[in-house]
């Protein structure tokens, strides 16, 4: 009878204690060693090194963006027409038509120098030495106005006149004035040329 009380003793203290030592060393119920709890610990960084690497080769690869170095857009220079009479020269924008751009090409070549002189106290004309296309309309000239005249002439007006021109050029803020004091009373010699 002591016996069987002691035996009872025991199974209580033993399933007591059982509880507390499985609470105190947690191992995997498949293998009591704890050798694949370790591997189970490790084995998540393993596995997501090899799912990232995974994942990174199947992603679709984007080309590389080719990185060429561009420079802004340079503004393209217009060239002016250059009148130099006396030692002074006047700069005038051409006009945007088939006939300033024949003249500009012709300047290509190099200087024109011109005979010109005064008519009807407006203008300062002479003879251009080859003809270009005409692009005739009723226009009233102004001061620093480079008008073809006739398809071969080249006019320079310090003043007013209506007729029918084809305008080649023009110099910006000149007065009647500014002109004769450079292009005088009588005939002069200029230089067109590009500038």
Request: proline share 7%.
């Amino acid at each position: 009878m002591k016996r069987a009380k002691f035996a009872a003793a025991f199974l209580v203290a033993a399933a007591i204690a059982l509880p507390s030592c499985e609470a105190a060393q947690p191992q995997d119920a498949a293998d009591p060693s704890g050798a694949e709890s370790v591997a189970a610990v490790e084995a998540p960084s393993d596995q997501a090194e090899n799912d990232a690497e995974t994942t990174e080769a199947a992603a679709p690869q984007e080309p590389e963006a080719e990185t060429t170095e561009t420079q802004p857009a340079q503004p393209q220079e217009v060239p002016m027409l250059a009148i130099t009479a006396n030692g002074t020269t006047f700069l005038a924008a051409f006009e945007d038509n088939s006939s300033a751009r024949a003249l500009a090409d012709r300047l290509q070549d190099g200087p024109l120098t011109l005979e010109l002189h005064d008519y009807g106290d407006f203008e300062k004309v002479g003879p251009l030495g080859f003809d270009l296309p005409a692009n005739d309309e009723q226009i009233t000239t102004a001061p620093g106005d480079v008008i073809l005249y006739q398809g071969n002439q080249i006019a320079i007006y310090y003043d007013t006149n209506t007729w029918n021109f084809t305008r080649l050029a023009h110099i910006d803020g000149v007065s009647r004035d500014d002109l004769l004091d450079v292009f005088g009373g009588g005939d002069v010699t200029v230089e067109l040329s590009l500038q």
